[in-house]
């Protein structure tokens, strides 16, 4: 019973989201269109939206599991409506000429010819609430806590509690509009139906269904949001928390660690891998984990099997991960590339490629790996950068998604040890810590090795310099770095036999994995496992290079 109630209160509390406020003047200024004799019009706008939003719940839970349809084709379908509305509205006459020019003769077509009469203002008035139902549907926490977490295991409560959903709704939107009504009905331009006030509203329609069309309403919301002197989502939230036996997050005894912020759309994503395209408007009602990564990383690496172990752990539950790769090198910018890696890693969730940084430059991230947790409304609540702290990742999660549930991820330690050597990158981009004759700078030279300290680097014969990389052009290339480290790793790509020599004092040679008796076969443009000590400390390391292998970075572990 209490959920019913909650689930009312939402939609009341709905009226006032970020998301909705901005279309009030459909709801008020459709209610008087029609003129003064039509009192049941605010009524018929109301119960149609509510009825949409209930029917547009429905084909969206039955579509998505069918057929994969995305919410954002119904939203485009309902702006269009709202248009076709406007221009009916903006100018009845003229729209019967374009209709009967394009000898569309449709059901629809002759609904909304007749929509911009009087003869029938109460079509209008259903058409306006049933365009806009879809956006309706998205903006309330409760919403989406229904549609993700209750429709999916239990129907008929899921659906009780839309309806009691969509009553609340319905009734708030139905004092509004009466409100309006009310209010001019002293106003007589307002009640011409044929007067300016007609025209303004189909523009008002008209502007409206290119914004939900053009999926542009999530970009009003979040400037809405930023200027409202409330917080509706917030309240409601607080409602959800006393269903779920969720403690506030905000405060002592929580793991968030962001203030509620906007999350910022996807942008400039490709190629994706494991899904169709998502955008994050879609996600709405989902807890999403947005995961920056890139596959040579080895603190990327390290990161994947936590993220697939919550995906699956809690992906029924109502977690998303999105795994965006934005490259660090040249080669991963290779679709196949980033293929090859999720299937070598055995990642299941969506991956997609961020080539051009939209969505890196977006978030203002900075690092690799980062992991940006979004609640059910779209706020970021929870950022966690490089590796590590796993557990309080997974509490951040279930924190957001309303459980207590034993971790699945163990304390786990960076394996990063004392006095390790930084990662050395190759390329002039961002080159330290190299010696040697000539100094380092973009093109062929042939190059002549200086003695080492620790964590420095030296090159002998012949190489191709670039920003991000050095290429072998001789057989007698050399690269010899003095290392602290447990384990090395090395970025490289090319076709090739690279040779090892490996001086520890104090210590046995240990090859890496990638590292046959000192033989390192380069056979594709990715991470390789040249190193692995039983504990940490200094090592010589001398690769011999053959022309043509890319070198870009050593990275460390313990």
Request: hydrophobic content about 45%; overall charge neutral.
């Amino acid at each position: 019973m209490l959920m019913v109630l909650i689930s009312f209160a939402a939609g009341v509390l709905t009226v006032l989201a970020p998301c909705v406020l901005p279309l009030l003047p459909v709801i008020i200024g459709g209610s008087l269109v029609g003129g003064p004799g039509n009192r049941s019009r605010p009524i018929v706008i109301a119960t149609s939206l509510a009825g949409a939003v209930v029917g547009f719940t429905l084909i969206l839970k039955v579509s998505t599991l069918a057929a994969g349809v995305s919410q954002q084709i119904l939203e485009v379908a309902s702006g269009l409506l709202l248009i076709l509305l406007g221009l009916a509205l903006f100018a009845p006459v003229l729209w019967a000429k374009l209709a009967a020019m394009t000898r569309i003769e449709t059901m629809s077509n002759q609904l909304l010819v007749k929509a911009g009469h009087d003869r029938r203002p109460i079509l209008g008035a259903a058409l306006i609430g049933l365009a806009l139902g879809p956006v309706f549907a998205s903006c309330s926490p409760t919403y989406a806590f229904i549609l993700a977490s209750i429709l999916p295991r239990d129907l008929a409560s899921g659906l009780l509690y839309l309806l009691a959903y969509a009553v609340g709704l319905a009734a708030a939107l139905l004092a509004l509009a009466l409100a309006g009504k009310r209010f001019t009905s002293q106003l007589g331009w307002a009640l011409n139906p044929n007067g300016w006030f007609r025209r303004i509203f189909g523009l008002v329609l008209i502007m409206i269904g290119l914004v939900v069309a053009l999926g542009l309403v999530a970009n009003v919301e979040v400037w809405v949001a930023a200027h409202l002197p409330f917080d509706e989502a917030h309240f409601e939230q607080q409602l959800l928390n006393v269903q779920t036996g969720t403690k506030t997050s905000n405060h002592i005894g929580s793991v968030l660690n962001v203030e509620p912020t906007p999350a910022p759309q996807f942008a400039g994503l490709t190629n994706w891998i494991n899904s169709s395209p998502l955008k994050l408007s879609d996600l709405r009602g989902k807890v999403v984990l947005v995961d920056f990564w890139t596959y040579s990383c080895i603190n990327c690496i390290r990161t994947l099997p936590y993220l697939e172990k919550w995906y699956q752990t809690y992906h029924d539950q109502g977690l998303v991960i999105i795994g965006v790769n934005t490259p660090e090198f040249a080669f991963e910018h290779v679709p196949g590339n980033v293929a090859a890696a999720v299937r070598q890693f055995d990642i299941t969730y969506p991956v997609a490629l961020d080539n051009n940084y939209d969505t890196w430059n977006a978030y203002n991230n900075n690092s690799w790996p980062a992991d940006y947790l979004i609640d059910r409304t779209g706020n970021i609540r929870y950022l966690a950068t490089g590796e590590g702290d796993y557990p309080t990742t997974e509490q951040a999660i279930q924190q957001i998604l309303g459980i207590n549930h034993n971790l699945t991820t163990p304390t786990s330690n960076v394996p990063i040890s004392a006095d390790q050597t930084p990662e050395t990158y190759f390329g002039t981009n961002r080159a330290d810590s190299y010696t040697g004759t000539p100094d380092l700078s973009n093109g062929l030279s042939t190059f002549t090795a200086a003695t080492l300290t620790p964590n420095q680097w030296t090159l002998s014969g012949k190489w191709q310099i670039a920003g991000d990389s050095i290429t072998s052009q001789s057989t007698s290339s050399k690269l010899t770095a003095s290392v602290v480290a447990k384990d090395v790793y090395l970025v490289a790509s090319g076709s090739g036999t690279v040779h090892l020599e490996l001086n520890s004092p104090g210590s046995s040679t240990e090859f890496g994995s990638d590292a046959l008796q000192g033989a390192l076969s380069i056979t594709s443009s990715r991470l390789y496992h040249i190193v692995s000590h039983p504990q940490a400390g200094s090592t010589t390391i001398t690769l011999t290079v053959p022309p043509g292998v890319t070198l870009y970075t050593f990275t460390f572990g313990s």
